[in-house]
């Protein structure tokens, strides 16, 4: 009996020990552990959102613009402005499935025109060219390449809806694509002229786009917010788990926060937040994937309470920008500092990021609120032909109306936004006035 004692005695022991051992190991790692977590690059920055409000992935890759051919005898083509459908669409191409890319052809943008003009047709246009990965209806089947490609139209045939048309200008690239067996697109609420106010549109050809440009004058509303701003402990503690490792340095214009990898500024004078990472990186991030999370990014520090939306992405740089709204129309500010956030990603992290700061906060409803009448879009292009040479002209990549972010010089607390034509040049977005006195200083040597 004893002996038998003493066996069970012995390994017991021997078992205790040997947990003791594997438990120290355990507390002798976490630590290591812990910090190697903490270390690990993220692609997601902000622990948690600064955002008060949250904004659609849909919406902001939303076609912005949407034209219809060949069902008005009147006009060969109406224009109007997706925005007060973006609800319908966001759900209308959550719950359409597409099938497949069928074909892959080449285009000029001279026969995409006679397309147009041969039939009844719907014609989708977005802002800036993306991934065809970002369509938010879900291909039954498609490939990793075809979801990298870009495009900036769709296009729906209204006598059949069985096959959707992607085309990309800047390659003159046209794919086709089925739906689902039995399934059709529904446009019918883009058909309805109560839903969308359409307008007579021609087509004006610049280079490397399209743009549909309006035969008479309209009149679009003005606007006016009263902002408001964070304060820059609501951002800081969104990149720096410990802010006790972070130096602040500041100044009369700026305040930067800086670790060991990161520093943020903030600039008064501009109004942004910039953040910079240093992050080593040797693998590829699909193009897609880059657009998802530079939105995810963005969604989590912007307080605009309209929309805003996907303006443009520098392939060399690959930097994401998104673009503030206003009832459906561009907001344009003085440097993009007030309207345009930028965002570079990694596949192991945030690289780049600049937000604005101000944001709108209340409307001032004023009873009577008055319009502005804007030139018709063929005017325009008389007077911009008149002004400038076939060369300065064809400097001009694309043209829309928007607001201009127009500060109060008797309250700074509120901001006007007045309607107005923009045309981009070179990348660079200006008023037509803006760019009719640079003209003139060329000219006359100013």
Same mark, same amino acid.
């Given at each position: 009996m004893? #002996?038998?004692n003493d066996q069970v005695r012995n390994f017991v022991l021997a078992f205790? #020990?040997?947990?003791?051992g594997i438990l120290s190991y355990n507390l002798w790692t976490a630590g290591r552990n812990v910090a190697e977590e903490e270390e690990a690059p993220s692609d997601q920055i902000a622990r948690s959102n600064v955002a008060l409000t949250?904004?659609?992935m849909s919406d902001t890759f939303r076609p912005t613009s949407v034209a219809l051919h060949g069902i008005d005898n009147q006009y060969s083509t109406l224009l109007g402005n997706t925005y007060p459908l973006r609800r319908w669409l966001r759900e209308e191409f959550e719950h359409r499935n597409l099938n497949q890319i069928e074909n892959i052809e080449t285009v000029n943008d001279e026969d995409y025109l006679n397309v147009l003009q041969s039939e009844r047709w719907l014609e989708f246009i977005y802002t800036e060219e993306q991934p065809i990965g970002m369509i938010e209806q879900k291909f039954d089947e498609l490939s990793r390449e075809a979801a990298n490609e870009f495009f900036d139209r769709m296009l729906i045939n209204m006598d059949d809806r069985s096959t959707v048309y992607l085309y990309h200008t800047a390659t003159e690239t046209l794919?086709? #694509?089925?739906?689902?067996e039995e399934e059709d697109m529904d446009i019918e609420p883009f058909l309805n002229k109560e839903n969308i106010d359409y307008v007579g549109a021609f087509t004006q050809v610049l280079e490397d786009n399209i743009v549909y440009l309006s035969n008479e004058s309209l009149e679009v509303p003005t606007k006016s917010y009263v902002i408001n701003q964070l304060s820059d402990s609501n951002y800081i503690e969104s990149f720096f788990p410990d802010t006790s490792l972070v130096d602040r340095r500041s100044n009369s214009e700026v305040t930067r926060y800086i670790d060991l990898t990161k520093e943020v500024t903030f600039d008064k004078k501009a109004n942004t937040l910039s953040y910079l990472r240093q992050i080593s990186e040797t693998s590829e991030l699909e193009t897609t994937t880059r657009f998802t999370r530079s939105f995810e990014q963005?969604?989590?520090? *912007?307080n605009w309470s309209d929309t805003f939306k996907f303006s443009d992405y520098d392939r060399e740089e690959q930097i994401v920008y998104f673009q503030r709204e206003i009832d459906g129309y561009p907001v344009f500010s003085s440097g993009g500092n007030e309207t345009i956030s930028e965002v570079g990603v990694v596949d192991s992290g945030v690289t780049h990021l600049k937000l604005p700061l101000r944001f709108i906060d209340t409307p001032i409803?004023?009873?009577g &609120?008055?319009? *502005? *009448?804007?030139?018709s879009g063929a005017k325009l292009? &008389?007077?911009l032909d008149a002004a400038t040479t076939a060369a300065t002209f064809a400097q001009i990549d694309d043209i829309t109306i928007g607001y201009s972010w127009d500060e109060s010089e008797e309250e700074s607390q509120v901001i006007y936004f007045n309607p107005d034509w923009f045309v981009s040049v070179e990348g660079t977005w200006m008023t037509v006035d803006e760019f009719l006195e640079l003209q003139g200083e060329v000219t006359y040597g100013l």
């Open positions: 004893g #002996v038998k205790l #020990v040997l947990l003791s949250t904004h659609s794919y086709t #694509v089925s739906m689902l963005v969604n989590r520090f *912007e409803t004023i009873k &609120a008055p319009t *502005e *009448e804007l030139m292009i &008389a007077q």
